[in-house]
């Protein structure tokens, strides 16, 4: 946690789209239900399902990551404008809607 309170110019990693690819790629498989969700009780937790806690820890993920709300915005939406070959084709509209639930959720910095 260090590396939250330095400039981002101090930082010197920068994501690629591999990350992003992964990062968005956990959402889509939660919310359609292939993740394997842990096995607990959803009636006493702080989220109502796996795929709202997932949609939250992606939001943390995305806010904070050591560059500009520009360039995750960006990035997210190039996982599916510019390497849309390493999505299955059944599932892109799956991937295109999660990208944009998570920007929608997270709009202060994405």
């Not at 070959?85 to 295109?96: F, L, Q, V």
């Amino acid at each position: 946690m260090k590396f939250v309170s330095k400039p981002i110019e101090e930082i010197n990693w920068v994501p690629d789209h591999h990350y992003y690819h992964r990062m968005i790629g956990k959402l889509v498989e939660t919310i359609s239900g292939k993740a394997s969700a842990p096995n607990i009780d959803w009636r006493f937790n702080e989220f109502p399902n796996p795929a709202a806690h997932s949609l939250h820890t992606t939001c943390v993920e995305l806010m904070a990551l050591p560059v500009s709300g520009k360039v995750v915005g960006n990035a997210t939406i190039d996982v599916v404008l510019r390497h849309h070959t390493m999505i299955p084709r059944e599932s892109i509209m799956s991937w295109i809607n999660e990208i944009e639930i998570g920007r929608a959720s997270c709009r202060e910095r994405v």
